[in-house]
């Protein structure tokens, strides 16, 4: 399920050497004062820890896997560049079929990556097998079969129980070697996971101190693994809130991957709200039975798009009744309605009943994820795609690009955060801004056009970056790209970008003039796709 | 003793020939710009309770300013109009004596900046000066902003007008002429309105000081002088605009584009504001104005004036012209060159569809179960404060920026729903805010009294909200709303559900 409600505060990342903050909030009423307020920390007193007296997980050295990942950042301001080299240190460990599991963000943008053992004196290259954003997992493999000799491949549990006792290993700061931290259950609740930005997903809060450097660590209970260390607050934001994530995640990862591809999770492709109004609950002719949501948008490029309507109250999904607060019984636990769906595939139909117009209705879908929202993510390991036309750099609006210039300009702020809610991807399935401007006689006059949007080239609607780059490639007396709203048309002469073109290239090292596919940064390793 | 009195005496003597000789060089001494012969300033308290747009049922904490107020020929008293905005009480002050006396407002006009004053007792003023207007004032020029001790007496601090140039006012509505003078001035308790003056006369009058780069902004008094004779007239109309927006020609391409071969010259047309003088003289996005009342305009959008040179051609159509004067305008469209005469008219806040100021007047709203629907305008945006363009709800930002791309068609207001009381019959609504209304009960809600009215008609027996936004329907029993108002106006302490005038 994709996320509307904006953080609140800042969730970091538990990857050594990398922090990123989120920070999105609905405006608060003037005055008001902010939600996040920080509690006055306790004083510091050292307290010596009761001694364990046995290691109830076994001996998890034998399992535990440092990773050390070098990455390239794609920089987003000059997209042809290569990127900032940066190198952070994340924990795996070993499952069976000699595979070690650690979380997508340990191996994000990864060019190497070395994988050391516990005993061991050696570094030991290691490839990434399988990764998906939307979870924040990965799998990777390791060439060397001498690797996994004495290593053993940890199980996994089921949910642990609120207050049940865990422990955490990684590699955090503060030393070389392993950490084992523990606490309690503390929440079992959805959580936005950071690491993509939209996506949601069931996680359970710990008690156990995590710190960067945990990130992809198992924590443990009973010697099985329940859950992988992955993101938490900062210190400043609030105190012993860790975030692993759950077996049930997990083992959809796993059995998403069987068929040696992973499909990413499915969406019902719909935004509703809970019933708890009794006026509107009798206008909509529901019994006070406390059943059913109301459908506000439904997304035209979900797969909902053809059988279900705004204004449906959704009343039982695959035969689980939801309730007026958007919750399922699912296996005797009250959960939100969208995890009957989190645990579907790519393909997998579910049934709906709903009422419309006050009529019963069943309707079956397909799911499916939703191509939109990807605009809205955070993307990884792939190049930025960009089109340079006589110095006008333009580029598709993501999440990636409003990061990397933070836009102040009105419209394309609205552009980007209704783009899937206002359907404007329907009308712009992407948004081409003109981000920047490589200055040249050519282009002497056209600052004024920065950050704006284009609509149109010589009359052609321009959807996508591919669009622009064709419109481009023509050689018209001149082109005019009029630009979304107010303002002047942007007149360009081919000519005399042409004999600009390798100037511009020189003077400002634009390695390449256009990137439009989406294509891996780094090369596909052969076996990648071979389990 | 005796000698020494003597030689004080002989160096005035012979310094006094020097500052003669000096003269001429129209560096006027300090003497002649900061002494006034006679005392032409009164204090101004003012005591302002503006509107509280969040809550619209109530007005802020009353609070009190404390400025200078220049006095005018007919017993009138300038300030500037941010002074007495929201203003329920005005007096007059005299700095020698501390005598008192109330003071109506004659006229305000918040987008230039400018408010008359009159005195309730018309001899109050009796004793004063008047200050005439010094139109001449030019780059170069010194003038002196005149601020008042505690005591009374009367200080002057000598700044240099930098540039004159046209900016925006406060407002935020078109562009005005501006004195720009760099001038080390010190706050005083009287520093709201201060004027400025050359050679007795008033110059101007003190617009923002920004006190760490020591620039201060002036209204200057071809404005004032603006300002003042359109107050003359039986209705204020204020300053003209012909609404276009523009874009300088300064690119050759986009000349070529709008098929101007000849020299450089002029500004593109770049939007039309519906239902303005522009367009209702045929002005067409895509033309270039060269030339407004004769003169010429070049592709930066300047023109030469006699008295400050090159400057932007706006200022002819807001110092230069009145509302209800026709202003030829000399165009090219497809190269052909030909002439548009605009009936120049001024466009009052109320034309907006989101009203760029509210000011002396309450907020309308209209609570229904608990439910706060209010006509969105900037007034309630800039209740984020200085920052609001980043912190008030961004949708509403925008739908204010383009309006009039978002509502072509004009002469509507955007109804929202901004807040909810929690109470029985919006149990489950109470997160809801900031949502645009389209229609009620089936019928399209373009005011408040849009609103009101279709509320009257429930459909079977329930009240059908309709949002832009998600959920995108809100309903309420209209039985129970009616029963539960009287509780929940004195549960929240509502001096009333609603307020439509």
Redesign the interface.
């Known amino acids: 399920m994709k996320r509307f409600a904006f953080l609140l505060s800042a969730l970091l990342y538990l990857n050594g050497g990398e922090i990123q903050a989120q920070q999105r909030t609905v405006?608060p009423?003037?005055?008001a004062t902010s939600v996040a307020t920080p509690t006055p920390a306790a004083p510091q007193t050292l307290i010596q820890a009761p001694a364990v007296a046995t290691r109830p997980n076994g001996k998890i050295q034998k399992s535990l896997v440092r990773i050390t990942a070098t990455e390239v950042e794609p920089d987003y301001r000059a997209p042809w560049n290569s990127g900032a080299i940066q190198r952070g240190i994340g924990a795996g460990f070993v499952i069976e079929g000699n595979r070690i599991m650690t979380n997508a963000h340990v191996v994000s943008n990864s060019r190497y990556l070395t994988v050391e053992r516990d005993g061991d004196p050696n570094k030991y290259p290691a490839t990434v097998l399988f990764v998906a954003h939307d979870c924040d997992l990965a799998l990777l493999k390791v060439a060397s079969p001498n690797f996994f000799k004495n290593m053993t491949p940890l199980t996994f549990g089921g949910i642990p129980e609120l207050e049940a006792v865990v422990s955490a290993y990684g590699y955090p700061l503060g030393g070389e070697r392993m950490s084992v931290t523990t606490g309690i259950v503390s929440r079992i609740d959805f959580q936005p996971y950071t690491h993509s930005s939209i996506d949601q997903h069931l996680a359970i809060q710990i008690s156990a101190q995590i710190n960067p450097g945990n990130s992809g660590g198992p924590v443990m209970q009973n010697a099985k693994v329940v859950g992988v260390a992955f993101q938490g607050y900062s210190g400043d934001v609030a105190q012993g809130v860790a975030y692993m994530i759950p077996t049930p995640v997990i083992q959809r990862f796993l059995s998403d991957i069987k068929d040696g591809h992973y499909d990413k999770y499915v969406d019902l492709g719909l935004?509703y709200?809970?019933?708890?109004?009794?006026?509107?609950r009798?206008?909509?002719g529901l019994k006070d039975d406390d059943r059913g949501v109301?459908v506000?948008?439904v997304i035209a490029a979900g797969p909902s798009a053809k059988s279900v309507q705004?204004?449906d109250v959704l009343l039982s999904i695959d035969d689980h009744p939801i309730a007026s607060d958007a919750t399922v019984e699912l296996e005797g636990e009250s959960v939100e309605m969208p995890e009957v769906v989190e645990r579907k595939f790519k393909g997998d139909v579910v049934k709906i009943e709903l009422l419309r117009d006050k009529k019963p209705v069943t309707v079956s879908l397909e799911l499916g994820s939703v191509w939109p929202y990807a605009y809205l993510a955070h993307t990884y390991d792939v190049r930025p795609r960009y089109v340079v036309y006589g110095g006008l750099l333009f580029q598709p609006l993501t999440l990636d690009l409003v990061d990397a210039y933070q836009p102040?300009d009105?419209?394309i702020?609205?552009y980007f955060?209704?783009f899937v809610?206002e359907q404007i991807y329907l009308e712009h399935p992407e948004v081409i801004v003109l981000t920047n401007i490589l200055p040249d006689p050519t282009n002497?006059?056209?600052a004024?056009y920065r950050a704006s949007i284009v609509d149109e080239i010589n009359g052609q609607k321009i959807r996508t970056l591919t669009d622009l780059a064709k419109a481009f490639s023509e050689t018209p007396d001149?082109f005019?790209v009029r630009m979304i709203?107010?303002?002047?048309?942007l007149?360009?002469?081919p000519k005399e970008v042409e004999s600009a073109r390798e100037r511009i290239k020189t003077r400002y090292n634009v390695v390449s003039e256009q990137n439009l596919e989406d294509q891996p940064a780094r090369p596909t390793p052969v076996d990648q796709n071979k389990t | 003793m005796r000698a020494f009195r003597f030689s004080l005496a002989l160096i005035g003597v012979l310094l006094l020939p020097l500052g003669m000789f000096a003269a001429p060089k129209k560096e006027p001494g300090p003497a002649t710009v900061v002494k006034p012969k006679e005392l032409s300033l009164v204090r101004v308290n003012v005591t302002g309770q503006p509107y509280d747009y969040v809550r619209p049922w109530q007005k802020r904490a009353a609070f009190s300013k404390r400025a200078l107020g220049a006095v005018l020929p007919q017993g009138r008293v300038l300030v500037t109009a941010d002074l007495v905005a929201n203003q329920n009480y005005v007096e007059l002050e005299r700095a020698e004596s501390g005598e008192k006396t109330g003071a109506n407002v004659v006229v305000a006009d918040y987008e230039a900046n400018l408010a008359l004053l009159e005195p309730t007792d018309k001899k109050f003023l009796n004793g004063l000066t008047p200050l005439q207007l010094a139109l001449d004032t030019v780059v170069g020029d010194r003038l002196a902003a005149w601020q008042l001790e505690a005591t009374g007496a009367l200080v002057g601090t000598e700044g240099l007008v930098t540039t004159i140039q046209m900016t925006r006012y406060p407002a935020d509505l078109g562009q005005f002429l501006t004195y720009r003078i760099s001038i080390s001035m010190q706050y005083r308790d009287n520093s709201y309105t201060v004027p400025l003056v050359k050679n007795n006369k008033l110059a101007g009058l003190l617009l923002r000081f920004d006190p760490r780069t020591q620039v201060l902004d002036a209204i200057p008094a071809p404005i004032i002088a603006h300002f003042l004779k359109d107050a003359e007239t039986q209705h204020y109309r204020g300053f003209p605009s012909a609404g276009f927006g523009f874009f300088p020609t300064r690119d050759p391409q986009l000349r070529s584009f709008a098929g101007q071969s000849g020299k450089a010259a002029g500004v593109y047309v770049t939007s039309i504001e519906p239902h303005m003088p522009a367009a209702k003289a045929g002005l067409k996005v895509g033309d270039i104005v060269v030339g407004v009342g004769n003169n010429e305009i070049d592709q930066n959008g300047n023109y030469v004036d006699p008295l400050y040179g090159k400057i932007e051609f706006t200022n002819l159509i807001t110092a230069r012209a009145f509302a209800g004067d026709t202003m030829p305008v000399q165009i090219q469209r497809e190269g052909k060159t030909m002439q548009l005469n605009l009936a120049l008219d001024h466009r009052a806040a109320d034309d907006y569809v989101i009203p760029p100021y509210n000011i002396d007047r309450a907020p309308l709203y209209y609570v229904l179960g608990g439910l706060i629907f209010q006509e969105l305008s900037r007034q309630f945006l800039r209740e984020w404060g200085a920052n609001w363009l980043k912190d008030a709800p961004q949708r509403f930002v925008y739908k204010d920026r383009f309006q009039s791309e978002l509502y072509p068609e004009g002469n509507r207001r955007v109804v929202v729903l901004t807040q909810v009381l929690p109470a029985n019959s919006t149990i489950g609504y109470d997160d809801l805010a900031y949502l645009t209304v389209t229609k009620i009960n089936g019928k399209e809600i373009k005011s408040l009294a849009d609103l009101a009215e279709a509320v009257k008609q429930p459909l079977d027996g329930f009240i059908k909200i309709e949002t832009e936004e998600d959920p995108k329907q809100i309903e309420l029993e209209a039985a129970q709303v009616e029963a539960e108002a009287a509780a929940l106006q004195q549960n929240y302490g509502l001096p009333s559900l609603q307020r439509l005038e």
């Open positions: 405006p009423p003037p005055g935004t709200t809970k019933l708890q109004n009794p006026a509107q009798h206008f909509l109301l506000g948008t705004s204004g102040t009105i419209r702020r609205h955060d209704y809610t002497s006059y056209l004024p001149r005019v709203g107010d303002g002047p048309p007149v360009l002469d």
